[in-house]
C-alpha cells in the first residue's frame, strides 16, 4: 500500500475510534501510518483504562444474564460502541453465547468498533458461520478497513467461510488494508485459484494497480510468478497494466516481477515492453536505472524480446545520455551482462554503436576488455563485439593493448581470426598489435 | 501557549504521544487532538452510565437484583 494509502487508512480507524468524521482528522494526512497506529493505540489504551472500573463490573454481570436476555439488552440498551469495548474484558464464552443471538447487521456495527487486540480471543472462537455472515455485511458497507483489522485474528475456518461472501474487489482492498501483512501469502492461499483472474480484473476496473503492485512486495516467489503469469498472459489486463504504468509511473513496481515469471510471462511483458509509445519506454528506461534493474531489463530485451523489440530498445539507448550509459556499464560490468547487451546492441547501426561503445567501455577499459571478449566468443556475435572495439577513439584503443597484451596466444589468435574476416584488422591494430 | 495544545493532549493520553506527530503537527493541531480524545472519553462514559441504568430497566426483577449488586 502507498504511504498516502496507509495514512489514509489509519485516519479512518482513528475517526471510528474517536467516533468523528474522518474529515475533522484531515490535518493528520502528512503525517506517518506508523505514528497514527501508535497514536491509535495510546487512544485505545487511554479509552479502556478510563472506564476499565465500569466495564470489568459489566463483563461480571453479564455472566449472571442468559445469552439470548443478554444480546437483547446490549442492542436496545447498550449500543455498539459499548459492546464493542465490552468483547475486550467479557469472558469468552459468553460473548460468543451473546454474539450467536445477535442478528448480522448489530454484529456489524460492533465489529467497526471492536479493538482486535484486546478481543483476540473473542475473535479467534466466533463460529465459521456468523464470520461469514458479518463478512457478507461488511463487504456490502464497503468496510474494508474493518476486516483488514480482523483479518490476523480471525481463524482459518472463519476465512474460508468468510472468503466466498466478500466480493472480488472486497477481498483486493482488505489485502489492502489489513494489518499483518506477513500473513497475506498464506490469506491468499485459502482464495480458490479460479478467483484470482477474477481480482485482478477488479484491480483493472477499480483502477487499483499501483495498489496490487505494492501488494506484490509482501508475498512470496512463487506467488508473485503465479500471479505475474495471471496478468501477464491476459491480454486485457496486461494492456491495463501498461497503460496504468505508463500513466502513474509504476515500472518499479512491474520490473520486479519478471525474475519470478514463467518464460511465457516474461515474452509477454517483454512484447508489452517493445510496443510502448517512446516517451513510455524511456521511463521505463529511467526507472530501470533509478533502481537499477538493469539486471531484469537487459535479459528481458535480450532474450524475450523479437529483432525489432531489440532494435527499438537499441535505438533508444544510443538515444540517452551519457550518465545513463555508464551506469549501465558499471551494471553490465558487475552483473556479467555483455552477452546478453551484445545482443541488443547487434540490433544497432554502425552509427548509433559508436557513441555507445565509447562509452561503454572507456570507464574501467582495461578490465572490460576480457568481460566483452568473453562475451562475444558466447554468443558468437564477434562482428557486434568486434565494431565496438574498432569504433572506439584511437586513444581508447591505445589504452587497450596492454590488456590484449594479457590474452593467451589461442585467444588472441581467435579474435585476429574474426577480425581478419570482418575486415576490421587495420581498425584494431593498435589493439591486437 | 505554544505548546498548551501537545501538554492537554499528553494528560489526555496519560503518556507521550509520537514524538514524530509532535514535530509535524501545529499546537493547535494537538490541541485539537486533545480535545477530540477527552470528548471521546467523555461520551463513552456518558454511554456506559446510561447503558448501565437502561440495562437494568431491560433485565427481569430477580435477574436485575443481582445485576445490581454486581454494577455496584
Known sequence: ?433 | MATDGVARLRAELDTEPPAALIVLLSDDDLGTLATLVKDAKESQSEALQRASDQALSHLPRLVRIAVARVLG
Open chain 1, 1 to 433: 500500500m502507498s504511504a498516502a494509502l496507509e495514512t489514509r487508512a489509519e485516519i479512518l480507524k482513528l475517526a471510528r475510534l474517536l467516533e468523528v468524521d474522518p474529515e475533522q482528522l484531515e490535518f493528520l494526512r502528512a503525517a506517518d501510518a506508523s505514528d497514527l497506529v501508535a497514536l491509535r493505540e495510546q487512544v485505545t489504551d487511554s479509552l479502556y483504562s478510563q472506564v476499565g472500573g465500569p466495564l470489568q463490573r459489566l463483563a461480571s454481570a453479564a455472566k449472571l444474564v442468559p445469552g439470548g436476555l443478554a444480546a437483547a439488552v446490549a442492542q436496545r440498551a447498550m449500543g455498539p460502541v459499548l459492546c464493542a469495548r465490552l468483547a475486550g474484558v467479557v469472558d469468552p464464552s459468553k460473548a460468543i453465547e451473546v454474539a450467536r443471538h445477535l442478528p448480522a447487521p448489530f454484529l456489524s456495527d460492533v465489529a467497526i468498533h471492536v479493538d482486535p487486540r484486546r478481543a483476540k480471543t473473542v475473535i479467534a472462537k466466533v463460529p465459521p458461520a456468523i464470520v461469514a455472515q458479518v463478512g457478507a455485511e461488511l463487504d456490502q458497507r464497503d468496510e474494508f478497513v474493518t476486516m483488514g483489522r480482523f483479518v490476523g485474528f480471525v481463524g482459518d475456518d472463519a476465512i474460508r467461510a468468510a472468503l466466498p461472501e466478500i466480493s472480488d474487489s472486497g477481498l483486493l482492498q482488505i489485502g489492502f488494508v489489513m494489518e499483518g501483512k506477513e500473513r497475506l501469502d498464506y490469506m491468499i492461499g485459502l482464495i480458490p485459484p479460479e478467483r484470482l483472474p477474477l481480482i485482478l480484473h477488479a484491480a483493472a476496473d477499480l483502477s487499483l494497480w499501483p495498489e496490487l503492485l505494492d501488494l506484490f512486495t509482501h508475498v512470496g516467489p512463487e506467488l508473485k510468478g503465479t500471479i505475474g503469469d495471471l496478468a501477464a498472459c491476459d491480454e486485457e489486463l496486461l494492456d491495463s497494466l501498461a497503460r496504468a504504468a505508463g500513466e502513474e509511473d509504476l515500472w518499479d513496481g512491474v520490473l520486479p516481477l519478471v525474475p519470478v515469471l514463467s518464460d511465457l510471462g516474461r515474452r509477454r511483458i517483454a512484447t508489452m515492453a517493445a510496443r510502448l509509445d517512446e516517451p513510455i519506454l524511456l521511463q521505463v528506461i529511467g526507472a530501470v536505472e533509478a533502481n537499477d534493474m538493469w539486471s531484469i531489463f537487459i535479459p528481458l530485451a535480450a532474450d524475450y524480446m523479437d529483432d525489432d523489440g531489440r532494435a527499438r530498445i537499441a535505438a533508444l539507448v544510443a538515444t540517452v545520455d551519457q550518465q545513463l550509459i555508464l551506469t549501465l556499464a558499471e551494471a553490465v560490468e558487475r552483473d556479467r551482462l555483455w552477452a546478453q547487451l551484445l545482443q541488443i546492441a547487434e540490433q544497432m547501426r554502425p552509427d548509433q554503436l559508436e557513441p555507445v561503445a565509447d562509452r561503454l567501455l572507456s570507464a574501467g577499459l582495461e578490465d572490460r576488455l576480457p568481460s566483452l571478449l568473453a562475451a562475444v566468443e558466447e554468443t558468437g556475435l564477434w562482428e557486434t563485439g568486434l565494431q565496438m572495439l574498432a569504433s572506439l577513439p584511437e586513444g581508447l584503443k591505445a589504452r587497450l593493448a596492454p590488456a590484449a597484451a594479457t590474452l593467451s596466444e589461442a585467444e588472441r589468435r581467435v579474435v585476429l581470426e574474426h577480425a581478419r574476416e570482418l575486415g576490421l584488422t587495420d581498425q584494431l591494430s593498435a589493439v591486437l598489435s
